[in-house]
């Protein structure tokens, strides 16, 4: 799970504050590539900011099936799409 993360300004700011907080001492415990991820759920955590999942936002390969977003664009209306 990952971005994009959708939130209104005051509750990113009040995340992106605890989350500079914590990177650091994230990092000093687990200096891998997903510290700052790992850090990033600690601060929503922190200010008891729950999060939803979304499997729509992203579509790259038919193969990916239904970890995507391919029924979404599936289900559009096809007097919607365009001619290419």
Do not use: R
């Not at 005051?10 to 510290?35: G, N, R, T």
Request: charged share 15%; glycine share 4%; hydrophobic share 45%.
């Amino acid at each position: 799970v990952g971005p994009p993360y959708i939130a209104t300004a005051k509750d990113m700011y009040q995340i992106a504050v605890h989350w500079a907080k914590f990177v650091p001492k994230v990092h000093d415990e687990y200096p891998h590539l997903l510290a700052e991820m790992f850090a990033y759920s600690l601060a929503a955590a922190h200010l008891q900011l729950s999060h939803q999942t979304s499997n729509s936002f992203m579509v790259s390969s038919l193969a990916s099936g239904f970890q995507e977003g391919w029924k979404s664009i599936d289900d559009i209306d096809t007097s919607q799409v365009c001619d290419a």
